[in-house]
């Protein structure tokens, strides 16, 4: 994967080609983004609710761009956009600690990506939040802990299911492996997903957490599916 990773650097660097559309960009622009996609992108650092979570909050919408952005990484191995996805996440929290003058995801002790189950990371060969969570950890200085949390069970695919059916097929279905309580256990945390749609995949990784011991629980996510309309406050 990291021999994979470095030849798609070669072929298509992030700072020539926009990483949403590959329109070829010309010089160096925020996020390498070109100038049509960043219009149409919704820029946020809007907080989210999350059951069992002490705060949640996203930076972004979730609207074509955005989507494309997310799933050029998710569906289409472009791995090199999990740096790009970290560096818009630690602007919104750069965002929220000016403006707010406190920041507690900054605060974190551990960031703890959200997992996916061993099924479908053999299928994908990564786990998109864990890759957007290195990066982060990178920039903040945050220590970054994948094997913290595993999805017990394979869940079905949220998506097209109702707020009631995504609690019930994410119940239970994360927990601390024998062992790792001690990493977490009084630790504040920051639990990380790449989508936030109702809430459910957060809430239950934030109670498996909690039954560890982990102190406070802080959800960061890229883009917020859950609401059509924000306030933009994060500028390009």
Not at 18 to 44: A, E, I, P, W
Not at 103 to 131: M, S, Y
């Amino acid at each position: 994967m990291r021999i994979y990773e470095g030849l798609m650097g070669l072929i298509f660097p992030d700072n020539l080609y926009c990483v949403c559309c590959g329109k070829y960009l010309g010089g160096k622009t925020v996020y390498s983004l070109c100038r049509h996609c960043t219009d149409r992108m919704n820029f946020q650092s809007a907080e989210v609710s999350v059951d069992n979570a002490d705060k949640g909050m996203c930076a972004m919408g979730y609207g074509t761009y955005e989507r494309r952005l997310i799933f050029n990484l998710k569906y289409d191995e472009k791995t090199y956009v999990a740096r790009i996805a970290a560096d818009i996440l630690y602007d919104a929290l750069m965002v929220t600690l000016s403006e707010k003058k406190s920041c507690p995801w900054l605060e974190a002790d551990l960031i703890v990506p959200v997992p996916i189950h061993k099924k479908r990371l053999k299928e994908r060969g990564f786990n998109q939040a864990e890759k957007i969570a290195v990066h982060l950890g990178q920039k903040s200085g945050i220590k970054v802990s994948g094997e913290s949390l595993v999805r017990k069970r394979n869940t079905k695919a949220q998506k097209g299911l109702s707020g009631e059916e995504r609690k019930a097929n994410t119940r239970a279905a994360f927990e601390v492996p024998c062992g790792r309580e001690k990493m977490i256990k009084g630790r504040k945390i920051l639990l990380l997903d790449d989508i936030y749609t109702t809430g459910a995949t957060a809430s239950e990784c934030a109670a498996a957490l909690k039954k560890a011991g982990a102190g406070d629980v802080f959800f960061l996510g890229l883009l917020d599916a859950g609401r059509k309309n924000h306030e933009l406050v994060l500028e390009i």
